[in-house]
């Protein structure tokens, strides 16, 4: 069973923190952290752009994949980690910036993709941390 957890930055911070999400009416996004050996949370306000849903995987390296991560397999083929409606899938990062071809490109690899291609691909990066990873026009290679 997957974890359901997610992960934003924390508001006029650089901080990233992980847990469960709670949006507010007027739009405040807060994600609950359970303190250590507490049954008490601590509450961040996140930037709601920022939020990202874990996907339940990880990388070669053990590191848990999130939606906005930028992901490789086998050093090429940078990918942005969506959800698009239904299921988990990836957009070539020269064509993330580009919303008129936005569903023409975008990847809907299926559960056995994922777990044949898991010893080969990583995490480089993430859309708000490293945005020079994603080429600002579409025409780039």
């Known amino acids: 069973m997957r974890k ?82 239904m299921s988990w899938s990836l957009m070539p990062t020269k064509f993330y910036q580009d919303k008129d071809f936005w569903v023409m490109n975008l990847q809907h690899p299926g559960p056995d993709w994922w777990e044949k291609f898991a010893g080969e691909f990583e995490v480089i990066g993430n859309i708000h941390d490293n945005p020079d990873l994603i080429p600002n026009q579409s025409t780039e290679v």
């Open 4 to 85: 359901i957890k997610f992960r934003g930055k924390v508001k006029g911070k650089c901080d990233w923190v992980y847990g469960s999400l709670l949006v507010y009416g007027d739009g405040e996004h807060n994600i609950h952290v359970p303190r250590k050996h507490n049954y008490k949370l601590d509450a961040w306000n996140v930037v709601p752009e920022t939020v990202g849903q874990f996907t339940g995987l990880t990388d070669r390296n053990g590191k848990e994949i999130y939606e906005g991560d930028i992901i490789t397999v086998n050093g090429r083929y940078p990918r942005v980690v969506l959800w698009d409606k």
